[in-house]
C-alpha cells in the first residue's frame, strides 16, 4: 500500500513538474483598448503579495528647446498635485493608504507614474490614478510648492554654468568626432542634443501655472497613454474598475511625443577593438546583427547563454583558466550584439581566447540536435518556467509584451509562443547567418604584454622626455647659435614672463595641439583605411608601435605649434657678450651693437616688438635700440631698475 501511494505521489509530482513546464509566463496578459484610445495591458498572478500599477504618456524632453526645457518634468510632479486630498498631495495620500513605493520619471520620449499597494488596494490604486491624471484641482500654491521641490531635484542654477556649457559645446565642436558605436557601425542617426541642463533650473524659476497647465491639457488625454497593472487581481472585475474609471474620459487631443522608428543598417564589416594596459584580461568574443525578427534575439540569446556554459565548463571547471564566462547581449533600435565574455590572468588570455574561438568555429561547422535541444531547454526553464512572481518582473513581461506589439506587430503570439516555434534547423540557420566574417564582434582588453606595468612605465617615460624638451628647448637654439654659456657665466638673470603667463601658454598650446593630432589621425585613417579608428584594431604587439609612436609624434606637433605660433619669452640672461632673451624662441643682443638704453611707457604698438609678458602689461619697458635701428622693449616689474642692473653689470667697465 506505502509503495502505491509513494507510485502515486511521484507520478503527481512528475505531472505537476510536466505542467509548470509548459506554461506560458505572458499567457494571462489581457490587452484591450478602451474606446478613448487607452491602451491598458493588465497580468494578474495568484503568487503575488502586491499589485503595481504603472501609466505612462507621451510626453518627454523631445519636444522641449531652450525656453521649454523642464515643463514636461513640472507637470510631472504637478499631476501629484490636488487640493481635494490629504496633504494636497497624491504621493503622500497613496503611502499613507498602504502604498510601499510611489513615484513618477520624465525621459525623452515618455513620462511615467509608478505605485505598488497591497492586492486588498489594487481596484482602490487603479482608480485613485485615474483622478490623479484626470480630475485636476490644483493653484499656484500648489505650483510654488512642486518647483521647490523640482529645484531641490535638478538643483540651482549657477552663472559660470552657461560659460563652462559653451566652453564645452565649443571644444565638442572643434574636436575630432570620438567613436560612437551605433552611429558609426550600425549607421543610426544621432538624437537630436537636449538642452544644457542650467535651461532647465533656469526655467523652473519662471514657469506659470497657465504653461503648466496648457501642456497638461495639450497631452494628457487617454489615446496618449498607456496603463499597465500587475498583481493578484480577478481580471474581470479589473477590467470593468477601468473601464469606469478611466473609460469614462472623453478628453481628446493630437497632441503626442513619439520616439522615432529608426532602422539600422547591417554593417558588412567586422567591429574589432584592441586596447592594452587595462586593469585586467577580458574578451567579448561574438557577433553584430539586426534585430530583425524576434525569434533571432531568442536563438542568440540561448545560443551565447549555452556558449558561456560550454566555455565555463572547459575554461573554468576543467582548467581553472578564469573566473567566470558569460553571454553578453545588447541592444539599441534593431542593432545589437551578441557575444560571450570572459576573463583571464595574463598568461592564459590568449589560450581561453583560442579556445572560445574554436568552440565557435567547431558550432559553425556542425551544432549538433543535443547541443541546441540542451541549450532550448536551459534557455526555456530560465526565462520562462523559472519566472520570478515579484512586481517587477511581472511589469518586464508586460513591456515584453508591449515592445512585440509595437515594434513587431506580433500581436497572437505571445514571446514564449515565438520560442516555441524554434526548431534545430531553424537554430542553426540563425546562428550561421548572423556568426558570419563580416559580421564578427571583437573587442579585447589586455593588462600587458611584455611586463606589468608598462604602460606606467611609457608613460612616465614619455612624459619625463617631453619635459626635458620643454624645459630645455631652448638650449637646441643657444647650441646652434653659438651661445651656449653656463651657469658661473651669468652676470644678471631677470623673469620677464610671470609662471602664471607661461602655464596659460603651455596649456593653450596642449589644447591646440591635442584637438589637432587628434584631427591628424582621424583624417588620415578615415582616408586611407575607411576607418578613422583603426589604430585600435590593431593587436599586441603591433599596437605597441602606435602605443610609442603616438606620444612622439604628439610632442613634434606640440613644439611646431609652441614655436610657430608663440613668440614667449621666459627670462633674460646677461653674460659679458650681451642680452640673452629666453623662451620658447632666443633673441641675442650682443653689447657691442646696443646703443641705448631707457625706459618708456607701454603701447599696445610695441606688442610684437616686446620681450616678455604679465598680466600687469602696462608698466613701463625697458627700451634697448642697437646699432643698426632694431628696438627691443623688455617687460620688467622695475624697468628703471632693471636699467641700472645691465648698465651696472654690462657697461660699468
Excluded: C
Excluded at 558605436?181 to 497657465?210: C, G, S, W
Aim: hydrophobic residues 40%; aromatic residues 16%; charged residues 25%.
Amino acid at each position: 500500500m506505502k509503495i502505491l501511494l509513494w507510485i502515486l505521489t511521484l507520478f503527481t509530482l512528475l505531472q505537476a513538474n510536466e505542467v509548470s513546464m509548459t506554461d506560458d509566463p505572458y499567457k494571462n496578459i489581457h490587452y484591450f483598448t478602451l474606446k478613448n484610445g487607452m491602451q491598458v495591458y493588465l497580468l494578474n498572478d495568484d503568487k503575488t503579495e502586491n499589485t503595481q500599477i504603472k501609466l505612462t504618456v507621451n510626453l518627454g524632453y523631445a519636444i522641449e528647446d531652450k525656453d521649454t526645457y523642464g515643463l514636461a518634468h513640472l507637470v510631472e510632479h504637478l499631476v501629484f498635485r490636488d487640493q481635494r486630498i490629504p496633504y494636497h498631495d497624491y504621493l503622500d495620500y497613496i503611502k499613507e493608504e498602504g502604498a510601499t513605493y510611489v513615484n513618477g520619471y520624465t525621459r525623452r520620449y515618455e513620462t511615467g507614474y509608478l505605485a505598488t499597494i497591497k492586492n486588498e488596494k489594487a481596484y482602490w490604486v487603479v482608480e485613485t490614478f485615474a483622478k490623479m491624471l484626470f480630475d485636476k484641482n490644483v493653484t499656484a500654491q500648489d505650483l510654488a510648492i512642486e518647483k521647490g521641490a523640482l529645484q531641490t531635484e535638478i538643483g540651482e542654477s549657477h552663472w559660470y554654468y552657461k560659460p563652462l556649457w559653451a566652453m564645452k559645446v565649443f571644444f565638442e565642436n572643434i574636436a575630432a568626432p570620438s567613436e560612437n558605436f551605433y552611429q558609426d557601425v550600425f549607421h543610426i542617426p544621432k538624437e537630436k542634443e537636449l538642452p544644457a541642463r542650467y535651461f532647465a533650473q533656469e526655467n523652473n524659476t519662471r514657469f506659470t501655472l497657465a504653461e503648466v497647465m496648457k501642456r497638461y491639457k495639450d497631452y494628457y488625454y487617454p489615446a496618449n497613454m498607456k496603463l499597465f497593472v500587475v498583481g493578484d487581481f480577478d481580471i474581470t472585475k479589473m477590467e470593468q474598475t477601468i473601464k469606469e474609471s478611466y473609460g469614462k474620459i472623453e478628453k481628446t487631443g493630437t497632441l503626442l511625443v513619439k520616439e522615432p522608428k529608426v532602422k539600422a543598417i547591417s554593417p558588412k564589416k567586422p567591429y574589432e577593438r584592441y586596447y592594452e594596459g587595462t586593469d585586467g584580461s577580458v574578451a567579448y568574443l561574438g557577433a553584430l546583427y539586426l534585430l530583425d525578427e524576434y525569434r533571432t534575439y531568442l536563438v542568440l540569446n540561448a545560443y551565447t547563454e549555452n556558449l558561456s556554459q560550454r566555455l565555463q565548463q572547459k575554461m573554468r571547471n576543467q582548467y581553472g583558466k578564469t573566473y567566470s564566462v558569460n553571454n553578453y547581449m545588447f541592444s539599441y533600435k534593431n542593432a545589437g550584439v551578441a557575444a560571450v565574455t570572459f576573463d583571464a590572468l595574463h598568461d592564459e588570455f590568449d589560450n581561453n581566447m583560442k579556445m572560445a574561438k574554436e568552440m565557435m568555429k567547431e558550432d559553425l561547422l556542425h551544432l549538433d540536435d543535443e547541443t541546441i535541444n540542451k541549450a532550448l531547454k536551459s534557455y526555456e526553464e530560465q526565462y520562462f518556467h523559472a519566472t520570478e512572481h515579484d512586481n517587477d518582473t511581472l511589469m518586464g513581461l508586460l513591456q515584453t509584451n508591449k515592445y512585440l506589439r509595437e515594434d513587431h506587430n506580433i500581436t497572437k503570439e505571445s514571446a514564449y509562443d515565438i520560442f516555441k516555434t524554434i526548431t534545430p534547423e531553424i537554430f542553426r540557420t540563425s546562428i550561421k547567418k548572423t556568426f558570419t566574417p563580416e559580421n564578427d564582434y571583437r573587442v579585447i582588453h589586455r593588462d600587458y604584454y611584455f611586463f606589468s606595468l608598462e604602460m606606467m612605465v611609457i608613460s612616465l617615460l614619455t612624459f619625463g622626455l617631453f619635459l626635458f624638451f620643454y624645459i630645455r628647448l631652448y638650449k637646441f637654439e643657444l647650441k646652434k647659435r653659438h651661445l651656449l654659456y653656463t651657469h658661473r657665466d651669468v652676470l644678471l638673470t631677470r623673469r620677464v614672463s610671470s609662471r602664471f603667463t607661461g602655464f596659460l601658454l603651455f596649456l593653450l598650446t596642449f589644447i591646440i595641439s591635442t584637438i589637432l593630432w587628434n584631427w591628424m589621425k582621424y583624417l588620415t585613417f578615415k582616408l586611407i583605411t575607411g576607418d578613422p579608428f583603426y589604430l585600435f584594431t590593431i593587436d599586441v604587439p603591433y599596437s605597441y608601435i602606435v602605443t610609442l609612436l603616438d606620444p612622439l609624434l604628439f610632442m613634434v606637433v606640440f613644439f611646431f605649434i609652441y614655436r610657430t605660433l608663440w613668440r614667449y619669452y621666459a627670462r633674460i640672461d646677461v653674460i659679458d657678450r650681451g642680452i640673452v632673451a629666453i623662451g620658447n624662441h632666443v633673441t641675442f643682443m650682443p653689447k657691442e651693437k646696443i646703443e641705448t638704453l631707457e625706459v618708456t611707457p607701454w603701447q599696445i604698438r610695441y606688442f610684437k616688438q616686446t620681450i616678455g609678458t604679465a598680466i600687469r602689461f602696462w608698466k613701463p619697458l625697458l627700451k634697448v635700440t642697437m646699432e643698426d635701428g632694431t628696438v627691443y622693449y623688455i617687460r620688467a616689474v622695475e624697468a628703471s631698475h632693471l636699467k641700472e642692473d645691465i648698465e651696472k653689470v654690462l657697461f660699468s667697465t
